[in-house]
């Protein structure tokens, strides 16, 4: 295969996503190389739940202490659970991805990223509820 190649022409994986490639400026493989990430997230920061503020992006590592699937009135499906630390728990919110329940139990130490909201931090330290 040559780094001229056009993207549709590469396979399968390819054609299906030429479109998409396209607005980014990848029409040749060869375009692969020189396309550079607009930005960089940095997840090797472990954030700690009581120190958290609304609107940041972070990472958190913590326990699992509830896990759950509920529904909407449309049929749609919220995972919910509940990670703590040793500082604070933090309600998360996972939007249409039924399997995460299947694969994360009660007890298991997770590691998550993601932006903050208010009503999902309740620290032991600042007195959230």
């Known amino acids: ?50 120190q958290l503020q609304a609107g940041e992006k972070v990472t958190i590592r913590g326990k699992v202490e509830e896990i759950k699937n509920q529904y909407t009135k449309r049929w749609k499906s919220l995972q919910k659970a509940t990670i703590s630390d040793d500082t604070g728990s933090l309600n998360v919110i ?9 694969s994360v139990s009660v007890g298991d130490q997770i590691s998550l990223s993601g932006k903050i909201s208010r009503d999902e931090i309740r620290s032991s330290k600042t007195g959230y509820n």
């Not at 490639?21 to 739940?49: A, V, W």
């Not at 939007?95 to 329940?101: D, E």
């Open 94 to 102: 996972w939007f249409n991805q039924p399997y995460i329940p299947k």
């Open 1 to 50: 295969m040559d780094l001229k190649t056009p993207v549709e022409s590469a396979g399968r994986a390819y054609k299906m996503y030429a479109r998409r490639l396209e607005k980014l400026g990848i029409t040749k493989l060869e375009d692969f190389l020189y396309h550079i990430p607009f930005r960089y997230e940095d997840f090797s920061l472990i954030s700690k739940i009581g």
